[in-house]
């Protein structure tokens, strides 16, 4: 089970490819680009300010919640929503909507959240008390629309120049900075009773393998990176001051403050034992550190890495959990988490406080030299086809690597093969 890889893939690409434009991730987007982006934000471009702002969830959400009218499906992701839903989300396979006269949510479990305000959680019970809620679906769906479609604005600001853009991305990421403070810590797992807590949860009383989470359902990814994206972009836009004369605050430190820093502290607070999904969390830290200019956060995030490769691959290079293919999909993270870390410099005068060092134009060969050999390592576990080793998790038919142009003896002693 894993979150959504490839949505963070995507957006770390968008930043990787643009280092040089002059800005922190500037976006590689062109004018070619503005009519597929126009399209995708058709939505919240056609409502109201108000209705924009009111869109945005007041609670987290759940994702992991089925459909009982039908069995189609797995892992209780049937259910999506769309903007012509509403406040319902459909069934992928019977079409059945939520709420319905079938399955009222007529029970609410109310909690404390961490404001100290008291919140309801709607949800349809069925004959063994499974809880079902259809809501916090829909929240979980419609916080997720919201943040690319504030990324997208941001671009199309970026693109064009035009305020309209920066202005409603700017709405969103307010909105959501107001509100997320507030958002309930919760347990989300697939066929398992959800647990909402009461609170604010310290990182001491934080469920093993990052699983209290509040944005997503694993905090693994619980950093918003499309908003931090989306603030990178805009942050030099007149929206921002001019909605701060509006609200009569300084919005760039509520977003900054309340939303991007408060879920990159409690992603840092969780226990991190190094495994194949921590390089996705670091990744996130590290674009909000340089964009938020946060050097604590990038430097705690080579730490870890360093730590990673030193202790979690073998002698040989392999990977300790001895299945190619998770030795490839973490070291795939890895690339990602360098391409991010790539050329990064410290601000002037900075020497971190936990190990006294500080990055120049960071260089990966030189702070992670083992990454190379684990690289060599995976490289030789491929049959002549591309085809991975099909040891432990494996499948025979993984294709990972490009063909082998030489079959040559390896020995891999660590790993035993």
């Known amino acids: 089970m894993s979150i959504n890889i490839s949505k963070l893939a995507l957006l770390v690409g968008i930043l990787v490819a643009c280092l040089g434009w002059g800005g922190e991730f500037p976006p590689t987007a062109s004018t070619a680009d503005v009519p597929r982006l126009l399209k995708r934000t058709e939505h919240i471009r056609g409502l109201s300010e108000a209705e924009m702002i009111e869109l945005v969830p007041r609670q987290s959400g759940f994702r992991y919640v089925d459909c009982p009218n039908c069995s189609g499906g797995r892992q209780e992701n049937q259910l999506t929503w769309t903007p012509d839903l509403g406040d319902q989300v459909i069934c992928s396979y019977c079409d059945h909507r939520y709420p319905s006269d079938k399955y009222p949510m007529s029970n609410v479990q109310v909690v404390i959240n961490p404001r100290g305000e008291s919140v309801s959680f709607p949800y349809w019970a069925d004959s063994q008390g499974q809880r079902h809620f259809f809501m916090a679906r829909r929240d979980y769906e419609v916080r997720e629309s919201l943040a690319i479609g504030a990324r997208d604005l941001a671009i199309l600001f970026a693109i064009t120049g035009d305020e309209t853009y920066s202005r409603r991305a700017a709405l969103i990421l307010d909105r959501f900075a107001e509100l997320f403070p507030g958002w ?23 469920l093993p393998g990052f699983r209290t989470a509040r944005w997503s359902c694993w905090a693994y990814g619980d ?195």
């Open 184 to 206: 309930c810590y919760h347990y989300d797992y697939p066929f398992r009773p959800k647990e909402i807590f009461e609170g604010n949860v310290p990182p001491s009383e934080f």
């Open 223 to 417: 950093i918003p990176v499309a908003l931090v994206q989306a603030y990178d972009w805009i942050r030099d836009s007149s929206s921002l001051r001019e909605l701060s004369g509006e609200r009569g605050l300084n919005v760039s430190a509520r977003i900054e403050n309340d939303l991007l820093r408060n879920a990159a502290e409690q992603v840092l607070a969780n226990q991190d034992a190094l495994t194949n999904m921590s390089p996705v969390a670091w990744t996130a830290l590290a674009i909000t550190g340089r964009v938020l200019k946060e050097p604590r956060y990038v430097h705690e995030v080579v730490d870890r890495c360093r730590r990673l490769v030193l202790s979690k691959f073998f002698y040989d290079g392999s990977w300790y959990e001895g299945a190619p293919s998770y030795a490839a999909a973490t070291l795939d993270k890895l690339a990602q988490l360098v391409n991010v870390l790539q050329g990064t410099s410290d601000p002037v005068g900075y020497v971190d406080a936990s190990d006294g060092t500080r990055f120049d134009n960071f260089q990966a060969t030189q702070w992670l030299p083992s990454l190379e050999e684990a690289q060599a390592s995976l490289r030789t576990l491929r049959l002549p086809d591309g085809r991975l080793v099909p040891m432990h998790d494996t499948w025979s038919t993984k294709t990972l690597l490009p063909p082998a142009e030489t079959t040559l003896p390896y020995l891999l002693p660590a790993l035993g093969h």
